[in-house]
């Protein structure tokens, strides 16, 4: 009689429970880790992840460890980094050596007015006075090349001085940038710049690098460079080199090919296995020396009744390796499973191809202990489970920076079943015990523990 109860009171509890398992989603890869050291592994997910997950988030991914638990895992960004920076030399102008520059400087008191010629045209660049009669300076004006295209801010000057005039000198920078060689603003100022020797002990100090903040965006064609110094003469600058910033990093993208349904000359349908979180979309044309005007159509799902415009292109093809570029799509929320492309005024003998872009995801997980480990997906039951990446990495480790891991063979899951019961179903099939039937049995359960443990204290007292 006791065992039945205890029996029934652990089926009870067992129903209860709500935990995942392999058994809920469709399909399944082992993990093959590189490090088995390490306590985390990255792996880049694949194109049958995207495409067979039914979540556009990517809700329904799990990790298993060789038991059948959950593993704790984040799912990331992945960043699309351009570690190369402009460099280049700018074109100096020394504007102390005018000779009009010193008489003129002389007339006006407060300003400083300097007649130059750049690019064959005659230039007069006026200035705020503020040296004394007690100090050394020198005046540069820095110009950018013409070939030179700025893609981000100026984050660096580096300086070459003639040491050739002076070895131990002390000065200040002043640095100002204009676009029209009038209107000049301040970009930094007293910014110390030096060259320290000392040969008896042979060391030295050289300071001629001047970092500008980050959170400034200047991307000036001209420059001016004012040095003072109220000891020393200043050397001469020989070469003046320029360094941009890095470009931020950019979200990479994941190409999803949409298969082609159906065609005739005027329009072209297609779809995807799955919708998708669509930030770019690729359309190619299959013939060169051809421009064809379009409008671009879509459907979220296959339930959607109703074509959505995305909006009206032209989309060319000049050479066999010319392409157009991508359509980016600007809407974050917008998803796409379908897609109509329709020729204005044209036609095509052969369907363009298409191309879908998401942003490409990386999973992190708890790689330590109770290897190995599968990685499951598919499932219309699962609910969000990722942790975020701070919540699960200690703040000295970086997604980027954790040891790959990759999918091996694929893993018979519970198939397309898992796929094909809604949340509905799902409800369904976990209501044949009630919540309220369930907490009965609970208050029911624990009364006859009571009664079970006070007839052992009497059996106990007994004997």
Same mark, same amino acid.
């Given at each position: 009689?006791?065992?039945?109860?205890?029996?029934?009171?652990?089926?009870?509890?067992? @129903?209860?429970?709500?935990? =995942?398992?392999?058994?809920?989603?469709?399909?399944?890869?082992?993990?093959?880790?590189?490090?088995?050291?390490?306590m985390y592994s990255r792996i880049d997910l694949t194109s049958?992840?995207?495409?067979?997950?039914?979540?556009?988030?990517? =809700?329904?991914?799990?990790? @298993?460890?060789?038991?059948?638990? *959950?593993v704790p895992y984040a799912l990331v960004n992945v960043y699309q980094r351009d570690d190369v920076n402009q460099i280049f030399q700018v074109t100096i102008y020394d504007l102390d050596k005018n000779q009009e520059h010193r008489q003129e400087k002389q007339s006006k008191q407060g300003t400083e007015q300097y007649n130059i010629n750049i690019n064959n045209k005659d230039v007069q660049i006026s200035l705020d006075n503020t040296n004394s009669q007690e100090q050394y300076y020198a005046t540069y004006l820095l110009q950018v090349p013409n070939g030179i295209k700025l893609?981000?801010?100026? /984050?660096?000057?580096?300086?070459?001085?003639?040491?050739?005039?002076?070895?131990?000198?002390?000065?200040?920078?002043?640095?100002?940038?204009?676009?029209?060689?009038?209107?000049?603003?301040?970009?930094?100022?007293?910014? *110390?710049?030096? /060259?320290l020797v000392d040969n008896n002990n042979e060391q030295s100090l050289k300071v001629n690098v001047i970092d500008i903040p980050s959170n400034t965006n200047y991307k000036a064609k001209y420059w001016i460079l004012q040095l003072k110094s109220e000891q020393q003469t200043i050397p001469t600058i020989k070469k003046v080199k320029f360094i941009s910033r890095k470009a931020p990093p950019k979200i990479a993208l994941y190409p999803i090919n949409f298969e082609l349904a159906s065609s005739d000359e005027q329009e072209a349908f297609y779809q995807l296995p799955t919708p998708q979180p669509v930030k770019e979309l690729s359309i190619s044309l299959q013939n060169s020396r051809t421009v064809l005007p379009i409008s671009v159509y879509y459907k979220s799902n296959?339930?959607?009744?109703?074509?959505?415009?995305?909006?009206d292109y032209i989309i060319r093809?000049?050479?066999?390796?010319?392409?157009? *570029?991508?359509?980016?799509?600007?809407? *974050?929320?917008?998803?796409?499973?379908q897609l109509k492309i329709k020729a204005n005024n044209a036609s095509f003998d052969q369907a363009p191809q298409v191309v879908a872009y998401r942003s490409r995801m990386s999973l992190i997980f708890n790689s330590g202990n109770n290897g190995p480990f599968i990685l499951a997906w598919g499932s219309a039951k699962a609910k969000s489970a990722a942790l975020s990446e701070k919540v699960l990495l200690s703040d000295s480790l970086s997604a980027q920076d954790l040891p790959a891991a990759y999918l091996g063979e694929n893993i018979k899951l519970a198939g397309k079943k898992a796929l094909a019961q809604t949340i509905k179903d799902s409800n369904t099939t976990n209501s044949y015990l009630p919540k309220w039937l369930i907490w009965i049995c609970l208050v029911i359960g624990a009364i006859v523990l009571i009664i079970i443990a006070l007839k052992l204290l009497n059996e106990v007292k007994n004997s």
């Open positions: 009689m006791k065992k039945l109860i205890l029996s029934a009171l652990m089926l009870i509890s067992g @129903f209860c429970q709500a935990t =995942d398992k392999t058994n809920q989603y469709a399909y399944g890869a082992m993990i093959e880790t590189s490090n088995d050291s390490s049958d992840v995207y495409t067979q997950a039914l979540s556009i988030r990517l =809700d329904d991914i799990r990790v @298993f460890n060789h038991k059948g638990q *959950p893609e981000q801010a100026i /984050s660096r000057l580096s300086i070459d001085f003639d040491t050739a005039e002076s070895q131990n000198w002390q000065a200040t920078a002043k640095l100002l940038y204009s676009q029209d060689l009038s209107n000049w603003q301040t970009a930094l100022n007293n910014v *110390p710049v030096m /060259s296959d339930k959607d009744q109703i074509w959505h415009k995305l909006d093809r000049v050479t066999n390796t010319d392409q157009s *570029p991508n359509i980016k799509i600007n809407d *974050p929320d917008l998803q796409i499973k």
